[in-house]
């Protein structure tokens, strides 16, 4: 996947070119993946461009610093404009993706990371389109477990928690598939490497639940919200490994995945091995949410222009 990422950066509070914003070899982070991110995504609707949930997306990278004590220095209202002035400071007249991240900086070898460590904060961004086939992807169950509560928490979107993620990817890649699928410590459904999961069995639609190790994604919200608009029945609720392969439709929820169907899953066929119903409903209801087409949840969009 080749990405051009846009000309400026946000660096501690400043606009300075890409090539500018180094780091020392140092820094802790780049030793012990002591880093928050967040994925965000703009939508450009040929008039403005909207940023989606900025400010749940604010809230979940500033928690995810609580549980290490990792401080991120700067305000909601610091980020928030760090954010929308960056797209502006890159003419972003597109669909993008928005990568803001804090990490611990220079903190020698020391692993009693506390408040005091420094920290530093940076944003990129990068024209964005699909991450995924809509028209559906192959996935397989992962032999990684998901960590959990007992390791490191799954709800701290810290960079050091995507090592597993990576892993599970390289296996799916090397066996042919899209995505990978993680279990939990106790082998039910969690959720992909980058995404949360959703099953349509018997007109429910099903998603595992946080104890599962899954990331309280947005977007999962967003869908469950959806599916309650549309008075589709929805619970959430442990999934076991066999229920994937009775169920009529699986898709994945995130930021950069949006909504993207499951059609394969461990070779077998999902439902009929096309797009499902449900699946499609959520997509288009989704997207005229992000291109400010359903007033409801304008609220949700901040327009950068
Ligand atoms: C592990 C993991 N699960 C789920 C998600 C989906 O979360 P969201 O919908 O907030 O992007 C992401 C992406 O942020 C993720 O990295």
């Given at each position: 996947?080749?990405?051009?990422?846009?000309?400026?950066?946000?660096?501690?509070?400043?606009?300075?070119?890409?090539?500018?914003?180094?780091?020392?070899?140092?820094?802790?982070?780049?030793?012990?993946?002591?880093?928050?991110?967040?994925?965000?995504?703009?939508?450009?609707?040929?008039?403005?461009?909207?940023?989606?949930?900025?400010?749940?997306?604010?809230?979940?990278?500033?928690?995810?610093?609580?549980?290490?004590?990792?401080?991120?220095?700067?305000?909601?209202?610091?980020?928030?404009?760090?954010?929308?002035?960056?797209c502006k400071k890159n003419k972003l007249?597109?669909?993008?993706?928005?990568?803001?991240?804090?990490?611990?900086?220079?903190?020698?070898?020391?692993?009693?990371?506390?408040?005091?460590?420094?920290?530093?904060?940076?944003?990129?961004?990068?024209?964005?389109?699909?991450?995924?086939?809509?028209?559906?992807?192959?996935?397989?169950?992962?032999?990684?477990?998901?960590?959990?509560?007992?390791?490191?928490?799954?709800?701290?979107?810290?960079?050091?928690?995507?090592?597993?993620?990576?892993?599970?990817?390289?296996?799916?890649?090397?066996?042919?598939?899209?995505?990978?699928?993680?279990?939990?410590?106790?082998?039910?459904?969690?959720?992909?490497?980058?995404?949360?999961?959703?099953?349509?069995?018997?007109?429910?639609?099903?998603?595992?639940?946080?104890?599962?190790?899954?990331?309280?994604?947005l977007t999962r919200d967003t869908v469950?919200?959806?599916?309650?608009?549309?008075?589709?029945?929805?619970?959430?609720?442990?999934?076991?490994?066999?229920?994937?392969?009775?169920?009529?439709?699986?898709?994945?929820?995130?930021?950069?995945?949006?909504?993207?169907?499951?059609?394969?899953?461990?070779?077998?066929?999902?439902?009929?091995?096309?797009?499902?119903?449900?699946?499609?409903?959520?997509?288009?209801?989704?997207?005229?949410?992000?291109?400010?087409?359903?007033?409801?949840?304008?609220?949700?969009?901040?327009?950068?222009?």
């Amino acid at each position: 996947m080749k990405f051009s990422f846009s000309k400026f950066v946000w660096f501690d509070g400043k606009f300075i070119p890409l090539e500018k914003a180094k780091v020392p070899v140092t820094t802790h982070s780049v030793q012990y993946g002591t880093s928050i991110f967040e994925g965000i995504r703009g939508y450009w609707n040929s008039k403005n461009l909207y940023i989606f949930r900025l400010d749940d997306h604010i809230k979940r990278f500033r928690n995810s610093g609580k549980f290490y004590s990792i401080s991120l220095n700067f305000t909601d209202s610091q980020v928030k404009q760090g954010i929308v002035g960056l797209c502006k400071k890159n003419k972003l007249k597109s669909s993008c993706y928005i990568r803001p991240f804090y990490f611990v900086g220079n903190y020698g070898i020391n692993l009693h990371v506390t408040e005091k460590a420094p920290t530093h904060m940076a944003i990129y961004s990068f024209p964005f389109g699909d991450l995924f086939n809509k028209n559906g992807i192959k996935a397989c169950v992962s032999s990684w477990r998901k960590f959990s509560d007992s390791t490191t928490p799954p709800l701290a979107k810290m960079g050091g928690n995507y090592l597993n993620s990576i892993l599970a990817t390289q296996e799916c890649k090397r066996n042919g598939y899209d995505e990978a699928i993680l279990l939990d410590q106790n082998a039910n459904v969690s959720e992909a490497p980058g995404e949360n999961i959703f099953i349509v069995r018997d007109n429910e639609l099903i998603t595992p639940p946080l104890h599962s190790s899954a990331l309280e994604g947005l977007t999962r919200d967003t869908v469950i919200k959806i599916a309650q608009d549309i008075d589709f029945k929805t619970s959430t609720r442990d999934i076991s490994r066999g229920e994937l392969y009775l169920a009529d439709e699986i898709f994945l929820s995130g930021t950069a995945a949006e909504i993207t169907p499951i059609v394969f899953v461990d070779h077998k066929k999902v439902g009929s091995g096309k797009v499902g119903r449900i699946t499609k409903r959520i997509m288009s209801e989704y997207t005229n949410i992000v291109m400010n087409k359903n007033q409801k949840y304008s609220h949700w969009l901040t327009a950068v222009y």
